[in-house]
Structures are given as structure tokens and as C-alpha cells.
Nanobody, 122 residues
Framework: QVQLVESGGGLVQAGGSLRLSCAASGRAFRAYAMGWFRQAPGKEQEFVAAISWSGGNTNYADSVKGRFIISRDNAKNTVYLQMNSLKPGDTAVYYC???????????????WGQGTQVTVSS
């Protein structure tokens, strides 16, 4: 089990950028694929992006492809989500999570952070 803590959320205007960070505790961070999910009020939880344990493979939801970039620094036990060209539709609580392998299904992720709020104003 790994403990995850997100940070970097906040209020930003449409067209702006924001970088989320997810810090992991423990010594086994390298063994996990990492993903970002989001949930807006009244909507289903949505997959955003994922990255393999090595960082060599990534996966993005169509809604964020070309705008968001996921990366990780295993030496720092941290995964990042760089969000560019933000839209009001990106407003949601963003969660990071850990999985044994690269996956897009929330059911594959075993450990979750508490979430961080991202609000994009028009």
C-alpha cells in the first residue's frame, strides 16, 4: 500500500495552465503505474491520464489529449499532471491513484489520494 497526497489545484482562468503533483510515501513507488482521474459535480468519475512504472508508456483520455501531460519522477516519488489550455469543462476534483500496471479503469487502481479541486473560470 502506498499513501498518496495531491497538491497544486486551484482557480485558473480558461486558457491558463496548472500543474498538479502527487507525492507518494514508502519505498515501492517504482513498482506502481500511476493515473489521474477526475470527477465533476453530477458526473461520473472520468479517467484522465496514466503512466507506466518506468514512465515509458502513457495513456490519455480523448478529452485531454494534446492539452495535458503526465510525467513522473521516481527519485522524488512524485507524479505530475501538467494541464494546459484549460477549459471550464475541466473543472473537477482530481485524484491520483496507483495500480500494478498501466490501466484506464478505476477498478485497477488500489490506492487513491484525497483529491484536489481544480476550478476553471470562463
Amino acid at each position: 500500500q502506498v499513501q498518496l497526497v495531491e497538491s497544486g489545484g486551484g482557480l485558473v482562468q480558461a486558457g491558463g495552465s496548472l500543474r498538479l503533483s502527487c507525492a507518494a510515501s514508502g519505498r515501492a513507488f517504482r513498482a506502481y503505474a500511476m493515473g489521474w482521474f477526475r470527477q465533476a459535480p453530477g458526473k461520473e468519475q472520468e479517467f484522465v491520464a496514466a503512466i507506466s512504472w518506468s514512465g515509458g508508456n502513457t495513456n490519455y483520455a480523448d478529452s485531454v489529449k494534446g492539452r495535458f501531460i503526465i510525467s513522473r519522477d521516481n527519485a522524488k516519488n512524485t507524479v505530475y499532471l501538467q494541464m494546459n489550455s484549460l477549459k471550464p469543462g475541466d473543472t473537477a476534483v482530481y485524484y491520483c491513484a496507483a495500480a500494478p500496471f498501466l490501466a484506464t479503469s478505476a477498478s485497477e487502481y488500489k490506492d487513491w489520494g484525497q483529491g484536489t479541486q481544480v476550478t476553471v473560470s470562463s
